[in-house]
């Protein structure tokens, strides 16, 4: 089965810049998104197709997906951005989409 | 204003059944695709199950193929998740996706219903 594979956990510090990558065979064939999930709540799509973003997500959020790795950029983070984030994608082999482990992303 | 209202969820003892619901509204249900995406506590996400509009097309993860059904009714706008043999590995917040007319990505999430499954 495809998998997605992202590192744990990130820190940055408030006003610098967050990479969150996520890896799988050939992953830049197929579209990659992303969610933001704060405690307690349900996830929030804050990247589609590999790099859109939808009404209302800032523009600091932004996105990339070539060869292998897809990834989630932040600028100039902000303490709310703390959360975990997940990207997905549709495995059209298996007409199932697929999420990877969860990134934990600290603001300190 | 789009919403998902997720519904269902409860104690159950283990090779027991429940039926989850979402109620939606503010976009036109029947052209939509849905899923049902879980989330283990403490655990990550995990997609559940995909109906298309027209539930001409039903996908299932193979966590659950052959014990879980989805279906649908528009006329009603409600999405439905029929689970049978539970086990206490299928134990997690339930959410309801959207999923937009062009996409295999979920723009739209419910608030999530626990199932707990225990003796």
């Known amino acids: 089965s495809y998998e997605l594979t992202q590192p744990p956990s990130v820190s940055v510090s408030p006003g610098q810049t967050a990479s969150i990558s996520c890896s799988g065979d050939?992953?830049?064939?197929?579209?990659a998104c992303w969610y933001q999930q704060k405690a307690g709540q349900s996830p929030v799509l804050v990247i589609y197709q590999n790099n859109k973003r939808p009404s209302g997500i800032p523009e600091r959020f932004s996105g990339s997906n070539s060869g292998n790795t897809a990834t989630l950029t932040i600028s100039g983070t902000q303490a709310m951005d703390e959360a975990d984030y997940y990207c997905?994608?549709?495995?059209?082999?298996?007409?199932?989409?697929?999420f990877g482990g969860g990134t934990q992303l600290t603001v300190l | 204003e789009v919403q998902l209202v997720d519904s269902g969820g409860g104690l159950v003892q283990p090779g027991g059944s429940l039926r989850l619901s979402c109620a939606a509204s503010?976009?036109?249900?029947?052209?939509?695709?849905m899923n049902w995406v879980r989330q283990a506590p403490g655990k990550g996400l995990e997609w559940v199950s995909y109906i298309s509009s027209g539930s001409s097309s039903i996908y299932y993860a193979d966590s659950v193929k052959g014990r879980f059904t989805i279906s649908r009714d528009d006329a009603k706008s409600s999405l439905y998740l029929q689970m049978n043999s539970l086990r206490a590995e299928d134990t997690a917040v339930y959410y309801c996706a959207r999923a937009p007319v062009k996409g295999y990505y979920f723009d739209y999430w419910g608030q999530g219903t626990l199932v707990t499954v225990s003796s």
């Open positions: 050939k992953l830049g064939d197929k579209y």
């Open positions: 997905q994608a549709w495995d059209s082999t298996t007409a199932s989409a697929v």
């Open positions: 503010g976009f036109t249900f029947s052209t939509y695709s």
